[in-house]
Nanobody
Framework: QGQLVESGGGLVQAGDSLRLSCSTS????????MGWFRQAPGKERDFVAA???????YYSDSVKGRFTISRDNAENTVYLQMNTLKPEDTAVYFC????????????????WGQGTQVTVSS
C-alpha cells in the first residue's frame, strides 16, 4: 500500500516562494504520474500540476509560468516549486498518484496525501 506525505507548506507574503515536497513510500511510484491539487476554503479541489513517469509536465493556466513540478525518483520525492505566490494561491495542497498517462482528472488519481497548508498574505 502506497503512502504520500506532503511537507513544506507555511505562511508567506505575496511575491515569496515556497517549495512543497511529497515523499512516497510503501510501493514504488516511479512508473506513476504524480500530481498536485489544491483546495481553497469553501471551494472544490482543483488540479495544479502533474508530471509523468518520463518527466512530461502539465500545468493549470492559473499557475503556468510560476510553479514548477519535478520528481526525484532516487529520493522517491515529488516537488512543487512555487514562485511569485499570490493570495489566491492560499489553499491546502495535496499530492496524488495515478497509473497511466498524465492528466488533470482527479478521479484517475488513486493515492492521495493528507495535504499541507499554504497561506499567502497580501
Amino acid at each position: 500500500q502506497g503512502q504520500l506525505v506532503e511537507s513544506g507548506g507555511g505562511l508567506v507574503q505575496a511575491g515569496d516562494s515556497l517549495r512543497l515536497s511529497c515523499s512516497t513510500s510503501g510501493r514504488t511510484f516511479r512508473s506513476y504520474t504524480m500530481g498536485w491539487f489544491r483546495q481553497a476554503p469553501g471551494k472544490e479541489r482543483d488540479f495544479v500540476a502533474a508530471i509523468s513517469s518520463s518527466g512530461t509536465t502539465y500545468y493549470s493556466d492559473s499557475v503556468k509560468g510560476r510553479f514548477t513540478i519535478s520528481r526525484d525518483n532516487a529520493e522517491n520525492t515529488v516537488y512543487l516549486q512555487m514562485n511569485t505566490l499570490k493570495p489566491e494561491d492560499t489553499a491546502v495542497y495535496f499530492c496524488a498518484a495515478r497509473s497511466g498517462g498524465i492528466g488533470a482528472a482527479q478521479e484517475r488519481y488513486v493515492y492521495w496525501g493528507q495535504g499541507t497548508q499554504v497561506t499567502v498574505s497580501s
